[in-house]
């Protein structure tokens, strides 16, 4: 099926009344979880994925997905109105968007960055529909060695990019690594680290781990806070319209940012956030007036906010074409799509069209609610702030406990979700990023099990399995990411000195 | 104190699992074994983590000075945070889920600042819609507890 036939297959799926309101609903709770901070869309997927079981996986997917860049859209406006990022893809917009704020300019940063959102969305789409089918074409002659080499190479790259110091990315990524091999082993079958605990030996549930580290933890954030009450500009309709001019210096941004984040997506990497901070810094560069970036320059909310939906696009390339999650958020779309029975992959999109093309049509159609949702309703998602934070902060704890207990009815998942939520909030404190021990829990298993089967192939010659084309490519880029930039600081600190 | 308390509690918990991993069979490079992988990830865990404790103690660390600069009140209010969710999970079994829910919503938000009246009223109607949302309409079995 060549892209078109797949997307007018796909619009028939995405537009079944099931489909279209699954997107509805997860553009609607995305939007409002983006406008709130404390509770971001990896801790909103993660509490919703139980509900998603007894649905079709592409209605789960189309849901789940919509969260994610539904969140994206609600995340500007409360940077742009409270100057609090709603979520962290949104801390670059409250730079230049809250200054605009304060100059009377509110509507239009609004306006320009759900239109720029929404170019991004629909330009990434794009992306996945030629990215995801070629890429999984050239997947299809993969091996155990290639795989090995991608999920090593992403962990890899994936401390580099999560920011902070990279020794800690490396603790994260061992840790994630550990927790990866609790359970049953999946070649001999032995138990291995369960303490004679039978419900360990499933493993330990990346769900309940995801909601401890970024639900449970941003609320007792919020809970230091105890009762604080927000101060919201509220913007009238009329003022949404930008002016001519306006429009005019958005343009570029939005397309170069669109770009720019479907790129950033490919990697991995917390790639939504990463791509706000390239796209500013593209912007500004471009700029004949860079001086001026931080007092409510528009080119500074256009950029990055086409770049974090692009963004979110783009990551989910690796994970329908490989299977590869490269991001908490992903991750939780493999987990939704395992759940059902479905190994997303290469052959995902030949064996099960509907998923991957109807889930690809609904972002066309997720995009456009969400536009329509965040222009005229603007100000409506953005009361959503004035109630009161420890309420909010109080529901959200319990749904996080019920949401872990009804995955599989377990004790163990509360006691692993309040544990993962007392680590991830010291993990806060000391601002280091959980997100490699998260990945690294996912792919772990992944890595552990193409490792073995390949040195099975190569009869234990570590050389035969890095010397292959593909995986010694994928390596060589990886070390280069990993150890070029402080290779050349070395380099250049001896020149000077 | 939490700067190093973290690395320390993970240098510790890296050995732990290092011990653990040398246990199980290895087998060999051709024909690996259930702790060949446990090994080369504790071996590596070990070396990143000592090198993490090392740096905290060197180093005056970033993250003290926002620990320190907790209150006492907002520190009280996290403490039982987190004591709520642990005795949650303790009670659920016993007392099931509706009676466990209604006791955490109402016991948290009162610590967090809200009238008493608030904190009973946000927990019975928070515990009875959960319950119905969970339990009634996603058939999740919540455990109900004696009554």
């Known amino acids: 099926m060549g892209p078109l036939d797949g997307l007018a297959y796909g619009f028939s799926i995405a537009l079944l009344p099931s489909n279209l309101f699954a997107c509805f609903i997860g553009v609607l709770v995305g939007t409002i979880v983006g406008v709130l901070p404390g509770i971001g869309p990896v801790g909103a997927m993660a509490l919703l994925l139980p509900s998603t079981f007894a649905m079709h996986p592409a209605t789960a997917l189309i849901m789940l997905a919509g969260i994610y860049y539904g969140a994206m859209y609600g995340g500007s406006a409360t940077s742009i109105l409270v100057n609090v990022p709603g979520e962290a893809g949104s801390v670059v917009t409250l730079l230049d968007g809250y200054q605009m704020t304060k100059k009377g300019r509110a509507g239009a940063a609004l306006t320009v960055s759900a239109v720029g959102s929404f170019v991004a969305g629909t330009v990434g789409v794009v992306g996945i529909m030629l990215a995801a089918s070629w890429l999984a074409d050239v997947a299809i002659q993969f091996g155990p ?19 902070g110091s990279i020794l800690n990315a490396f603790v994260m990524v061992a840790l994630g690594l550990a927790l990866g091999t609790v359970g049953m082993d999946s070649i001999s079958a032995l138990r291995r680290f369960t303490f004679g605990s039978v419900q360990l030996a499933q493993g330990i549930e990346l769900v309940p781990v995801i909601m401890g580290v970024y639900g449970v933890a941003e609320v007792l954030l919020l809970a230091e806070e105890g009762i604080a009450r927000t101060q919201i500009a509220s913007v009238k309709l009329r003022e949404l319209l930008p002016t001519r001019e306006e429009w005019r210096r958005s343009a570029m941004p939005i397309a170069r940012g669109s770009v720019v984040g479907f790129l950033t997506g490919l990697v991995p990497g917390p790639a939504a956030v990463l791509s706000t901070f390239i796209s500013y810094t593209l912007e500004k560069r471009v700029s004949k007036t860079p001086e001026k970036f931080g007092t409510g320059m528009i080119e500074g909310v256009a950029g990055p906010e086409a770049a974090n939906n692009g963004a979110t696009a783009g990551a989910m390339v690796p994970l329908l074409s490989l299977g590869i999650p490269f991001s908490p958020a992903t991750a939780i779309l493999l987990g939704a799509l395992v759940v059902h029975g479905l190994q997303p992959g290469p052959l995902m999109i030949s064996q099960r069209p509907e998923v991957f093309w109807g889930f690809v049509a609904s972002m066309y159609i997720g995009n456009l609610m969400l536009l329509i949702l965040n222009l005229p309703l603007v100000s409506v998602f953005v009361t959503v702030l004035r109630l009161p934070q420890h309420i909010l902060a109080t529901l959200v704890l319990l749904l996080c406990l019920v949401g872990a207990y009804s995955l599989s009815n377990s004790f163990l998942d509360l006691w692993v979700l309040v544990i993962f939520g007392v680590f991830g909030y010291a993990l806060r404190k000391l601002r280091v990023d959980p997100s490699p021990m998260v990945v690294a829990l996912v792919l772990g298993p992944m890595m552990e099990k193409t490792l073995r089967q390949a040195l099975f192939l190569t009869r234990g010659s570590v050389l035969d399995l890095v010397a292959r084309p593909l995986s010694a490519t994928i390596l060589i880029l990886a070390a280069a990411a990993l150890f070029g930039p402080p290779l050349v600081r070395l380099v250049r600190g001896r020149r000077l000195a | 104190m939490l700067a190093r308390a973290v690395p320390l509690v993970l240098l510790a918990a890296a050995g732990v699992y290092l011990a653990f991993a040398l246990r199980l069979p290895f087998g060999a490079a051709a024909r690996p074994g259930a702790g060949f992988y446990p090994v080369i990830i504790a071996v590596f865990a070990v070396i990143v983590a000592l090198a993490a404790t090392a740096s905290a103690f060197r180093d005056v660390p970033r993250g003290e000075a ?80 004696p009554w």
């Open chain 1, 145 to 163: 060695p290639e795989y090995f080499a991608i999920t090593l190479g992403g962990i890899l790259l994936l401390s580099r990019l999560s920011g």
């Open chain 2, 66 to 145: 926002d620990a320190a600069e907790l209150d006492g009140a907002a520190r009280r209010r996290v403490v039982i945070s987190v004591v709520a969710l642990a005795a949650f999970c303790l009670a659920l079994p016993w007392v099931g889920y509706p009676a466990a829910a209604l006791a955490f919503v109402t016991v948290v938000l009162r610590y967090l600042g809200a009238r008493w009246t608030t904190a009973l009223l946000t927990g019975v109607l928070s515990a009875a819609g959960s319950y119905g949302l969970f339990a009634v309409l996603l058939d999740v079995p919540l455990p109900r507890g």
